[in-house]
């Protein structure tokens, strides 16, 4: 059963399968893999047709997979824990220094609250925990209208602004 | 001080929409108890014995009297009419309703304050020295760099999921009021000889548990580069740091496993690539900066002959100005401590009445702005010498006017398990005995400088590591007791108190420190204090005096071990 993404501030199905840690076996449709299936079948699934993405736990560094992104359709990230904030920095690693331009999905046990922070360390892309409507939550990109601190989605700080005098959005 | 612009004031307005919002997801079942927790949490909202805590931010320990009347209004109007000043330079009150605080929140927004990041495992409320701006030995005024590290902090949004709790000290002064070596991160503001403006950074100092001294991981650097070297430090905590063990999350940890250098080596790596935009501009620093202008200052003989008058007139006033006023580096100014240690009330609580009241000693004395100290007391930062009498007769009339700062009775105190759900064991109970145990005036001023700190548990609120005397509840088969160490120090020098053997019950501990008090005082050289006596000899004479006679109680009780 295709599950509800949000993509792009919108809510579609998922038209990818995202594959367990434990998986070996690589079916032929769109598929996410874990890092560890990746490296071990690189280049059968670079000869591939079919996209493939993979897809980060919050242990793994996402420099060992900055060489292979030009093969990539997605790379996602895994929230194992409503509290674990260790892939906030994976994203701003993979965009910002290594160059990540394609989706970047987040997804595991995260919930509307987790939205806004999420999209401004450069995720584009969100698979909330089942409990949680991504329509409800497609709010949440509005909760906060200026931001204090660069990031991935705006790096200049406000006080590079203030200056300017940017009104307030 | 600082005062917000339309920036400021929109997302704090923002943040109290988003956690009404918040609040009312949970009270309608669509957020689950362990959903909204850490969310309420990064708001300052605990659930704790009686009812939820609320802990309001003030940054680096700042208030306007305006704020401060608020706070009293809410204390008055959605609290039981007082609140509890903490040791990060924070109020909490203690009796909030869950469905009121998002009021509560829109009530501190007017006044341009807010609970934002007052816990949950992100970056705290930033601390600093309550005499910045003011105290003799500042080299660099530090709350114009706490205001850009507070806004730098707000919503970071990297950095929201800490795997622990992370608090912020800056200290711009020669002498250290700040706990510095005790923090995830202290910013030691210094120059260099070319007169360039850096930062001493020392990381993986706290208390807890584990308890341990920071180390300094760079020497200098750049002022500008203040937020992208903190940026560096917290992505190799955030992603390294330990989230399998809650006692082993905070950044000290990481830093004892990896060793120091290896911790600096990482940072600098990760710092190399930091992003220029981030490099804080001379502008920014000037705009924040002139919020923190020197107040319009008379100019005042060093000398005021009234002051001098009074002091000689009364022993009282002379007792109390000796010890609550503090130098300040204009001619004919002083800094003012109103005690929150008055004997038989907890430490650092204070009424809606005595904030009302406090608000109105500030407007008249001291250009309308006050703060708040790690020590639990509110400071007036600028009276002018010839006022100090006024302000002395009219602090005694509330009950603000107990001369013991710096001495015994100026314990520093959780609230302990009378309302803290963490805690094992009472603190204000006993920082009440032992307070009135130590209630004669020449008494007090004989011992001489002492910090007493107790905590209710291991989260060491109360900073008992670095108490001249330190008290730690712990519990043991469902009792109260208290493990006492000594010879921890705060400041510059800082150091962490040695455990002296098995703890005591309630019921003793006036008189287990009234046997420390007694061996110092039998022992010490001229002009020693109490914690350099402990330093001299150690803890064995003070061990044997405290023990003498327990011999059998203290052999069946092994000691707690958890602060080694």
Same mark, same amino acid.
Not at chain 2, 127 to 140: K, L, Q, S, Y
């Given at each position: ?7 792009n ?31 071990a ?29 030009r ?99 | ?63 306007a ?34 469905e009121?605080?998002?009021?509560? $929140? ?47 902090s ?6 929201n ?10 200290n ?7 706990? $510095? ?21 020392i990381?993986?100092g ?37 989230? *399998? ?8 940890? $990481? ?46 003989p060093?000398? *005021? ?6 002091l000689? *007139? ?56 006050l ?25 005694k009339?509330?009950? $603000? ?33 032992i307070q009135?145990?130590f ?78 008090? *007694? ?46």
């Amino acid at each position: 059963m295709a599950q509800q993404i949000i993509r792009n501030r919108r809510v579609e199905e998922d038209r990818w399968e995202t594959l367990p840690a434990e998986a070996t076996g690589i079916p032929a449709s769109p598929v996410i893999v874990p890092l560890a299936l990746w490296k071990a079948n690189r280049d059968e699934l670079v000869a591939r047709r079919t996209p493939v993405g993979v897809w980060l736990k919050p242990d793994d560094e996402p420099a060992e997979l900055a060489p292979d992104l030009r093969h990539l359709a997605i790379v996602a990230v895994q929230f194992p824990k409503w509290g674990d904030g260790r892939g906030y920095s994976t994203a701003t690693l993979l965009r910002r220094r290594h160059g990540w331009r394609g989706e970047l999905r987040a997804f595991g046990d995260l919930g509307r609250d987790h939205l806004f922070m999420l999209a401004r360390v450069g995720f584009d892309s969100f698979r909330l925990g089942d409990r949680h409507d991504p329509h409800e939550a497609l709010a949440a990109f509005n909760d906060f209208s200026l931001r204090y601190q660069g990031a991935v989605d705006d790096p200049a700080p406000l006080f590079r602004k203030r200056a300017a005098g940017v009104s307030v959005q | 001080m600082y005062r917000y612009d339309t920036y400021d004031h929109a997302l704090v307005a923002e943040r109290v929409a988003q956690f009404r919002d918040q609040t009312r997801r949970f009270l309608s079942g669509a957020l689950t108890e362990d959903e909204f927790r850490p969310l309420r949490l990064r708001n300052g909202l605990y659930i704790q014995r009686h009812a939820p805590m609320l802990r309001v931010a003030i940054p680096y320990g700042l208030l306007a009297s305006d704020q401060l009347r608020m706070l009293a209004r809410i204390a008055a109007e959605y609290d039981r009419g007082y609140g509890h000043f903490s040791t990060r330079q924070n109020l909490q009150y203690n009796w909030p309703k869950l469905e009121t605080v998002p009021d509560i $929140l829109h009530l501190l927004s007017t006044v341009e304050m807010h609970a934002i990041q007052t816990s949950g495992n992100c970056v705290r409320n930033i601390t600093t020295d309550h005499f910045a701006g003011i105290a003799p030995d500042e080299i660099v005024d530090p709350r114009p760099f706490a205001e850009i590290l507070r806004q730098w902090s707000t919503f970071h949004p990297e950095f929201n999921w800490l795997p622990r709790k992370f608090k912020i000290a800056i200290n711009g002064a020669e002498g250290d009021r700040t706990a $510095l070596l005790l923090h995830d991160i202290g910013l030691h503001f210094v120059r260099n000889a070319a007169g360039e403006v850096g930062i001493r950074v020392i990381v993986g100092g706290g208390m807890g548990r584990t308890p341990i001294i920071g180390h300094a991981i760079n020497e200098f650097v750049p002022w500008r580069h203040m937020l992208t070297y903190v940026e560096a430090i917290l992505r190799v905590y955030n992603r390294y740091g330990r989230r *399998d063990n809650i006692w082993k999350a905070r950044i000290k940890i $990481l830093v004892k496993s990896l060793g120091p250098e290896e911790f600096a080596r990482q940072v600098e790596e990760e710092w190399k690539d930091h992003d220029p935009l981030s490099v804080i501009t001379d502008e920014e620093l000037a705009r924040v900066s002139a919020h923190f202008s020197r107040p319009a200052y008379e100019t005042l003989p060093q000398v *005021d002959p009234f002051h001098v008058q009074s002091l000689a *007139d009364s022993r009282a006033f002379s007792r109390w100005a000796q010890q609550n006023v503090h130098p300040h580096r204009e001619p004919g100014y002083a800094a003012v401590t109103l005690s929150l240690k008055k004997t038989g009330v907890p430490p650092g609580d204070v009424t809606a009445e005595q904030m009302q009241f406090v608000a109105d000693l500030a407007d008249r004395y001291s250009f309308g702005e006050l703060r708040v100290s790690h020590e639990q007391n509110l400071i007036l930062a600028d009276v002018r010498k010839r006022d100090l009498f006024a302000v002395w007769q009219a602090a005694k009339s509330q009950g $603000l006017a107990t001369p013991n700062i710096g001495l015994l009775t100026n314990i520093i105190a959780c609230p302990g398990g009378d309302f803290c759900s963490l805690a094992n064991a009472k603190s204000i109970p006993i920082a009440e005995a032992i307070q009135r145990r130590f209630d004669d005036l020449d008494y007090l001023h004989d011992i001489g400088e002492l910090d007493l700190n107790i905590s209710g548990c291991m989260n060491s609120c109360g900073h008992h590591h670095i108490g001249h005397i330190g008290v730690l509840g712990v519990d043991k088969q469902g009792a109260e007791w208290y493990q006492v160490s000594i010879g921890g120090r705060q400041g510059a020098n800082a150091s962490l108190g040695e455990v002296i053997g098995p703890s005591f019950a309630a019921a003793d501990m006036p008189d287990v420190v009234a046997k420390l008090i *007694d061996t110092y005082l039998d022992l010490r050289h001229e002009d020693e204090r109490f914690v350099d006596t402990v330093h001299r000899l150690g803890i064995a004479p003070f061990k044997q005096r405290v023990y003498a006679g327990h011999e059998r109680a203290a052999a069946n009780d092994s000691p707690v071990s958890e602060a080694a």
